[in-house]
């Protein structure tokens, strides 16, 4: 009897050691995230509230992103930073371990990874536009040079663009696209479909994957996102083929403008042809924020059409709108400064148009009284 009990024994111990948890599948991974973000979602509206609360409507709109990543630091900080799952993850029966050992993840690699998914993102947002600023002041400065160069030779200006400022013009066009990290986070996402493992950058970067707490029955086996996979690769392969012929027909008109004399130069010196071609985007154009200005800028200088004024009443002139009286009421309450276009609510208060649909996109309601305001109930003042 005591031999059956020791057989039986040894048989379930070499179970348990056969036994290996299974991967996490990309479904079970997304959703996992889906939960986080709303979570975080959640966690956002409250601080805000504090915020608004604290310091005003004015400073918790400035003090969005700063928010937000407060926000994201405090819930990882809570649950993954403290050896913890996370509210997603513990909806979806998975748990973080390293790639290499199947482990749970050491401190080092879990603050790597908090730091690497939240603050490198803000501090890239941060520094980012102005270093394109001072790149492109860079390449137009060069090429103007190049163009003097060209021009004062009788010779070189009938020849075609040298390599050097083919090059500095393609970059100058695709200056926020070169430098953004759009591609690589596409990229990373198409092989996440095919290989159902590291769905953000981060954890590929730091070897962190997903396992289930429990042995998966036969039933229980999920498909994996292997279609979307292949459809991103097919619309990265296109975007690609086309972003490479519309450059090459661009240089082709550009080269043959410059035999023929028929460039011309537009502002910072850079020379263009007069009958060039917009070269297409490159594959996952990144996004240019929320600034209305950046974003018309870009659409500008895509289209090369002239950029329109960016209001058309301003109360700092004194002769705009005379029946609004005082300097203090015709001052803004969210931006604190003349009002551009004049704006009013539901509720009779007056901000500036761009402040106040800004405001009502994230909080329909309005600033001051607290009365329920929606962005298409918005009124633009005239005359």
């Not at 501090?123 to 102005?130: D, E, F, G, S, T």
């Not at 009779?348 to 600033?367: I, K, S």
Request: hydrophobic share 35%; glycine share 4%; charged share 20%.
């Amino acid at each position: 009897m005591s031999d059956h009990i020791h057989d039986s024994a040894a048989s379930n111990t070499e179970d348990h050691d056969r036994f290996t948890y299974p991967w996490a599948a990309a479904p079970d991974i997304i959703r996992a995230n889906q939960k986080d973000a709303y979570f975080q979602s959640v966690l956002l509206t409250h601080l805000a509230g504090v915020i608004r609360s604290l310091y005003g409507a004015r400073t918790a709109h400035k003090w969005t992103s700063e928010a937000r990543t407060i926000t994201e630091l405090l819930y990882l900080g809570l649950t993954t930073f403290v050896g913890n799952r996370t509210l997603g993850e513990e909806y979806c029966d998975i748990v973080q371990v390293e790639d290499a050992t199947s482990h749970l993840p050491s401190i080092l690699r879990r603050s790597g990874y908090i730091l690497s998914t939240v603050l490198l993102p803000y501090v890239l947002n941060r520094i980012l536009p102005a270093f394109r600023r001072r790149l492109r002041a860079k390449l137009e400065s060069s090429m103007r040079k190049l163009h003097h160069r060209r021009a004062s030779s009788p010779t070189r200006s009938k020849q075609p663009p040298s390599k050097v400022f083919q090059v500095q013009e393609y970059i100058l066009n695709h200056l926020d696209t070169v430098t953004s990290p759009g591609p690589i986070h596409a990229a990373s996402l198409a092989v996440f479909y095919f290989s159902g493992a590291y769905y953000q950058l981060s954890k590929r970067i730091f070897g962190l994957r997903y396992i289930f707490t429990r042995k998966l029955e036969q039933s229980e086996q999920r498909v994996g996102y292997e279609v979307l996979g292949v459809l991103l690769v097919l619309q990265m392969f296109v975007q690609a083929y086309l972003h490479m012929q519309e450059t090459y027909s661009h240089a082709q008109v550009s080269n043959n403008a410059a035999a023929l004399g028929t460039s011309a130069v537009i502002d910072g010196g850079v020379e263009v042809s007069a009958d060039s071609t917009i070269a297409a985007p490159l594959l996952f154009e990144a996004p240019q924020g929320a600034d209305p200005a950046v974003q018309k800028e870009r659409i500008s200088h895509t289209t090369q059409t002239p950029l329109p004024q960016p209001y058309r009443y301003h109360l700092e002139d004194s002769e705009v709108m005379q029946w609004i009286d005082g300097k203090q009421q015709r001052k803004c309450t969210l931006c604190l400064e003349p009002m551009k276009d004049p704006s009013v609510t539901t509720c009779g208060h007056v901000f500036c148009w761009q402040c106040v649909t800004d405001w009502l996109r994230e909080q329909p309601m309005c600033p001051l009284c607290r009365q329920s305001a929606l962005v298409q109930h918005v009124l633009p003042l005239r005359g």
